[in-house]
C-alpha cells in the first residue's frame, strides 16, 4: 500500500485551464504538506495543513488553493494556470512528535 | 531566516570509492534536525539519513554517514562503497522544532562511474 498517493503522476494542460492535484496518505499523519521542485530542482514549500486547519501559507499566487476535507486528504486547485506553474508538485505528511516527512511520488505539471 | 546552501552542483565518484557531499546551514534555533534526502531519477524523495542537532554523535546508515559539526553548521554525507544505484540528486534539509517546514539546499547531482 502506497502510504502517501499523489494523483495524476503527470498532468499536461493548456494555459488558462484549471486543474486539481490530489494527495491521500494512510499514515494517520496529522500534518500534510505542498512543495514545488522547479525546473532547477528546487524544493520550496507552498503549504501545510495540521488537521484540516491551514498552519503554513508560503507566498504563492493565490490561484493556487488548497483544500483539506480531512486530515488524510490535501488537494490542490490551481486557476489559470500559467507557463510559470509547469513544475513537480510534492505532496508529503509528518506525524505528531516526528520531526520527518512521507514524500508522495509527485505530479510533474506542464502547462503548454 | 534559516538558509541551507549546497556549493557542489555536481559530483562523480568511481563505483566502490567514497565521496562526499557538502551542506552548510544558517540558523539562529538551538532545536532543530537535518536530514538528506536522494531523488533518484524515478523522482522519488527517499529519505537517506537524520540528525537531531542536540544529538553529538553523527548517524550513520549503513554505506552512509553524516559529519555534523553543529558549531560550524556544517552537515556533510559520506557515501562509502559507491554503488551504480547511488546516483541521484541528493538534498540536504533543514527542519526546526518550531515550524515543522523543511528547507532546502539546492541539491547536488552524484554520478557513479563504473
Known amino acids: 500500500d502506497t502510504a502517501v498517493s499523489q494523483t495524476p503522476k503527470y498532468l499536461v494542460t493548456q494555459m488558462g485551464n484549471d486543474k486539481s492535484i490530489k494527495c491521500e496518505q494512510n499514515?494517520?499523519?496529522?500534518?500534510m504538506y505542498w512543495y514545488k521542485q522547479d525546473s532547477k530542482k528546487f524544493l520550496k514549500i507552498m503549504f501545510s495543513?495540521?488537521?484540516?486547519?491551514?498552519?503554513i501559507n508560503e507566498t504563492v499566487p493565490n490561484r493556487f488553493s488548497p483544500k483539506s476535507p480531512d486530515k488524510a486528504h490535501l488537494n490542490l486547485h490551481i486557476n489559470s494556470l500559467e507557463l510559470g506553474d509547469s513544475a513537480v508538485y510534492f505532496c508529503a505528511s509528518r506525524g505528531a512528535g516526528s520531526s520527518g516527512y512521507t514524500f508522495g511520488s509527485g505530479t510533474r505539471l506542464t502547462v503548454v | 531566516a534559516q538558509t541551507v546552501t549546497q556549493s557542489q552542483p555536481e559530483m562523480s565518484v568511481q563505483e566502490a570509492e567514497t565521496v562526499t557531499l557538502s551542506c552548510t546551514y544558517d540558523?539562529?534555533?538551538?532545536?532543530?534536525?537535518l536530514f538528506w534526502y536522494k531523488q533518484p531519477p524515478s523522482r522519488q524523495m527517499i529519505l537517506v539519513i537524520r540528525?537531531?542537532?542536540?544529538?553529538?554523535q553523527n548517524a550513520t546508515e549503513n554505506r552512509f554517514s553524516v559529519n555534523f559539526q553543529k558549531a560550524a553548521k556544517s552537515f556533510s554525507l559520506k557515501i562509502s562503497d559507491s554503488q551504480l544505484g547511488d546516483a541521484a540528486m541528493y538534498f540536504c534539509?533543514?527542519?526546526?522544532?518550531?515550524?515543522?517546514?523543511?528547507?532546502f539546499g539546492t541539491g547536488t547531482r552524484l554520478k557513479v562511474l563504473a
Open positions: 495543513y495540521n488537521n484540516k486547519e491551514l498552519i
Open positions: 499514515l494517520g499523519h496529522d500534518t
Open positions: 540558523t539562529s534555533e538551538s532545536d532543530y534536525y
Open positions: 540528525q537531531e542537532a542536540y544529538k553529538q
Open positions: 534539509a533543514y527542519i526546526s522544532s518550531g515550524t515543522y517546514k523543511y528547507i
